[in-house]
DNA sequence: AAGATGGACAACCGCAGATTG
DNA sequence: ACAATCTGCGGTTGTCCATCT
């Protein structure tokens, strides 16, 4: 990839840095310039990095440099753009004023309904909450928030209405949901909270095996996060399979995120982005089609695999999540880059699987093939504080099919 | 009119998890 | 395996501006 620097975009010759006279302008010395940078931020010897309010010019250049790098590598910013802030700083900036899809103005009343039933359901958990409200930020919600708690105080009201009470349940124990006690300090785990897939029908696939179902399996290191992706012009919600960690299989050797595939357990590629980080690195190493042609093909894929290759009919049926939990592992969205460690043998994929789609080929190059033998870790033990899931509605569920 | 107060918003900081070399 | 670096989160503080006294 070209770099193209910043300040090359705005045509700046070299010496030249409006930053600095927009600095004496504002005259804004932060009280603690002195010590509050990292050493790599600010090495010895490197002139001091801004702080306070951005001016238009330093904007501008971080968005051309965000609109020709993407987002990400932000300590890169800093050395290639020619702006002088730290990493930080730009993310930040970038990421509560300068993203292209922020909503501006007032909260309505339908976010403040949602963001108080996230509160009483989380807590503090802004950048969780702000995931649910597309198009604002965890500053934001946390800024309403604080100045909602003084005002309600201060005048002698209910932090919650009446209406909003009414609508929280008491949390679900289902298995992906973070609650209070299974939180460990600042996790940045991005989960799918199932009550908010109620509604989504997804196409769900399950390799009909005859056999006793078993869960759960060993969850994986990799985390999900929720996202959207535009699917012929309708956008639709989309989600990494490692986040649900169980899967329809018949082997407990078989890890989440798996299918059978020659006899062995295959890992399937996953997405592990949303819409707004889509060009994060992971993306970049998928196979170049669009995101479209890669879930189409995705479909396909997944029937072809299972039925050459176990030589079992795949059962495709639309089920709603609440049918669903904790089982399902969304096929329909696994794509991208398999990066899971441990794995023995990457080579095998496609060529063992004798697919005549180029386009599952594509896809299959990159599954690698997991180790049963990795333990499972501290964060998958936590997450479900040790207790069995509830299985039962998985015998249901199959005698309905 | 001037100072005080408070709300809204912006930005920074420390910490900790994730990633990279 | 380990250290260094990067990144993201939540708490806190600073700034601006409108309103009040």
């Known amino acids: 990839m070209t770099v193209v620097e910043a300040g090359e975009v705005l045509n700046l010759k070299v010496g030249e840095n409006p930053l600095l006279e927009d600095e004496a302008k504002t005259g804004y010395v932060s009280p603690d310039d002195q010590d509050g940078e990292t050493a790599s931020e600010k090495p010895s010897g490197a002139p001091q990095l801004k702080k306070g309010p951005w001016s238009p010019d330093e904007d501008k250049l971080l968005k051309n440099y965000v609109e020709a790098h993407g987002e990400g590598k932000w300590n890169k910013v800093q050395r290639n753009s020619g702006l002088n802030?730290?990493?930080?700083?730009?993310?930040?900036?970038?990421?509560?004023?300068?993203?292209?899809?922020?909503?501006?103005?007032?909260?309505?009343?339908?976010?403040?309904?949602?963001?108080?039933?996230?509160?009483?359901?989380?807590?503090?958990?802004?950048?969780?909450?702000?995931?649910?409200?597309?198009?604002?930020?965890?500053?934001?919600i946390k800024n309403f928030w604080n100045t909602r708690i003084k005002k309600t105080e201060k005048q002698g009201l209910p932090i919650y209405p009446e209406h909003v009470l009414s609508q929280v349940k008491q949390p679900q124990q289902d298995m992906n949901c973070e609650t209070p006690g299974l939180s460990h300090g600042k996790k940045r785990i991005r989960e799918i909270e199932i009550h908010d897939l109620m509604d989504v029908k997804i196409l769900f696939q399950h390799l009909d095996y005859h056999k006793d179902l078993v869960v759960p399996t060993k969850p994986l290191k990799r985390r999900a996060s929720i996202g959207s992706l535009k699917i012929s012009g309708e956008t639709k919600e989309t989600y990494c399979s490692t986040d649900l960690n169980y899967v329809l299989a018949r082997s407990e050797s078989v890890p989440t995120g798996s299918a059978i595939a020659s006899g062995y357990p295959v890992e399937l590629p996953s997405v592990q982005s949303s819409s707004s980080t889509l060009s994060n690195d992971w993306l970049l190493q998928c196979v170049s089609a669009s995101v479209e042609q890669q879930i189409h093909s995705s479909i396909q894929s997944t029937e072809t695999i299972s039925s050459q290759t176990t030589g079992l009919l795949p059962t495709m049926s639309e089920i709603s999540f609440e049918t669903l939990i904790p089982m399902v592992y969304p096929m329909i969205h696994s794509f991208g880059y398999s990066e899971h460690e441990s794995s023995p043998n990457t080579d095998i994929q496609a060529a063992n699987l004798s697919l005549g789609s180029d386009d599952v080929s594509q896809y299959y190059q990159v599954a690698s093939f997991f180790d049963p033998g990795v333990p499972d870790t501290e964060l998958g033990a936590s997450f479900f504080n040790d207790t069995p899931p509830e299985t039962s509605f998985l015998n249901q569920q199959k005698q309905v099919s």
């Open 85 to 140: 802030r730290c990493g930080k700083s730009c993310r930040l900036r970038w990421t509560n004023h300068l993203r292209p899809d922020l909503k501006k103005g007032s909260f309505d009343n339908e976010e403040i309904d949602k963001i108080l039933k996230f509160y009483l359901k989380w807590g503090p958990k802004w950048a969780k909450i702000a995931s649910r409200l597309p198009g604002r930020t965890d500053n934001e």
